[in-house]
C-alpha cells in the first residue's frame, strides 16, 4: 500500500493540509512546532485510528474545532486506486475505505498498514514488559490469523480462573479452566517463538554494518501442558493471595540481546533508538513477506540521537526494500547524505510546501 495523495484537516496546527506523496521516501522538515509530528500523526490516526502521542482524542482535535478529516488516495500492491478517509470528534468516529463503512478499528489497521517509530518507540526496549508484550500482540493479530482465537480463548480462561480465585472455589473447578489455560498456553507460545523466529532472521538482512548479533527471545522456557497445569495447581495457594494468575503467557517478557547480553542494559539511548528501528524494520520486512503488502513506515525524528553511518543505512534500506516512508526532522541536510531523496516537504507553522527533489 502506498499513499499518493493525502489530505489532513484540523489536526493539532495543521488546519488544511493537502500532499502529494512519493511512493518512496518523503522528508518531512521544518523547524520545531511546525508540525511536522503532526503530519505522521495524522496518517497514523487514518491508518490506526488513534494517536501515537496522546490516547485523548481531544489533545489532537484543532483548538476551537469540533472534529479532524483525514483523507487519502492509495495504490495498492496492484496499483489498484482507493480512496480512505476518517472522521473523528470527541462524539463519533467515521471511517471509510475503498467505498465501503469500516466498523472496526482493527479491520481499518489491515486496509492500511502502518509501522511507527517515533522517540518513544524506545520503550519496548527500556519500558515495562507490557509494552513489549503489546508490541509484539499487536503484530501478531495482524500477520497470524489463527493468534486472535488463541488470544481470545487464554484470556477466557484467565478470566474464569481469576473470578474462581475471588471464589475460593473447588479443585475440580480450578481443574478445568487451568485445562483450557495450559492448552492454550502452549500454542500461544509456539506462534509467538515462530514469528519472533522470523524476525530473527530479518534482522541480519537490515542491520548489516550497524548493530549485529541482535536476538529476540521469549523470556520464558518452553514447557509442555502437563508442566504448565502442575505449575498452575502448585501456584494456586500463591494466586488466591494474589487475588488473581501470577504466571503464564499474559505475563510474558521478551528478551532483546545484542552481542549475547540484554540491549536495555547495555545499549545507550542513540543506540537503542537505532536497536528499536532495525527491529522495526525487521518487522515490516516481515510483514512484508507474509501478506504480500508493503506497510508504510512513519519515522518521527530520525536526526536526533543517530550518527550519520546509521541514518545513512536506514535510508538505503528503506530504498532498496522499496518501502514508502515518512520521516521527519528538523535538519533535512543530516538525511540527504549519499541518499536519494525522493521528495521533501517543508513545514512552517501548520503549512506544507512540496520541494523539488535534491
Ligand atoms: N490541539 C491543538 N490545536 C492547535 N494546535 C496544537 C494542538 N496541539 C498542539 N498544537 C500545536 O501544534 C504545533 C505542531 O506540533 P508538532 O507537530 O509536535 O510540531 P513538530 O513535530 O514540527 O515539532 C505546536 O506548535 C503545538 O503547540
Ligand atoms: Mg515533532
Partial sequence: ???????????????????????????????????KTAILEGIHLLARVCSFR???????????????????????????KIVTGLEKSRQATKIRFNGLNVNKRSEQARNLPVLTISPDSHRILHGVPRERRHWLDWSMFHVEPAYMEYWQKYHHALRQRNALLRLCANQAQFDI???????????????????????????????????????????????????????????????LVAGYTLYGPHREDIVFNINGREASRSLSRGEGKLY???????????????????????????????????????????????????????????????????????????????????
Avoid at 6 to 17: G, Q, S
Avoid at 20 to 31: A, V
Avoid at 54 to 80: C, F
Avoid at 278 to 304: G, H, N, R, T, V
Wanted: glycine share 4%.
Fill in 54 to 80: 496522546t490516547p485523548r482524542i481531544n489533545d489532537v482535535i484543532q483548538h476551537g474545532k469540533q472534529q479532524i478529516s483525514i483523507m487519502a488516495r492509495l495504490n495498492d500492491e496492484q496499483n489498484n
Fill in 177 to 239: 479452566w487451568e485445562n483450557v489455560l495450559a492448552n492454550s498456553a502452549v500454542l500461544l507460545r509456539r506462534v509467538r517463538k515462530t514469528y519472533i523466529d522470523r524476525i530473527n532472521a530479518q534482522i541480519p538482512y537490515i542491520a548489516n554494518g550497524g548493530i549485529r548479533q541482535v536476538e529476540i527471545d521469549l523470556r520464558s522456557e518452553e514447557q509442555d501442558q502437563e508442566t504448565i497445569r502442575a505449575n498452575l495447581r502448585q501456584q494456586r495457594k500463591a494466586d
Fill in 276 to 358: 528499536v528501528l532495525f527491529l522495526i524494520m525487521a518487522q515490516a520486512l516481515e510483514y512484508k513477506s507474509i501478506k504480500q503488502q508493503q506497510p508504510i513506515m512513519l519515522i518521527d525524528d530520525l536526526s536526533a540521537e543517530i550518527d550519520d553511518e546509521a541514518r545513512k543505512r536506514i535510508l538505503e534500506q528503506l530504498q532498496c526494500q522499496d518501502l514508502q516512508a515518512f520521516i521527519t526532522t528538523t535538519n533535512p541536510e543530516y538525511l540527504e547524505n549519499g541518499a536519494e531523496i525522493l521528495k521533501r516537504f517543508h513545514v512552517e507553522q501548520g503549512s506544507v510546501n512540496a520541494e523539488a527533489a535534491a
Fill in 1 to 35: 500500500m502506498r499513499l499518493k495523495e493525502l489530505d489532513i484537516y484540523d489536526v493539532r496546527n495543521l488546519t488544511e493540509v493537502h500532499m502529494e506523496c512519493s511512493p518512496g521516501i518523503n522528508i518531512i522538515y521544518g523547524k520545531n512546532a511546525a508540525g
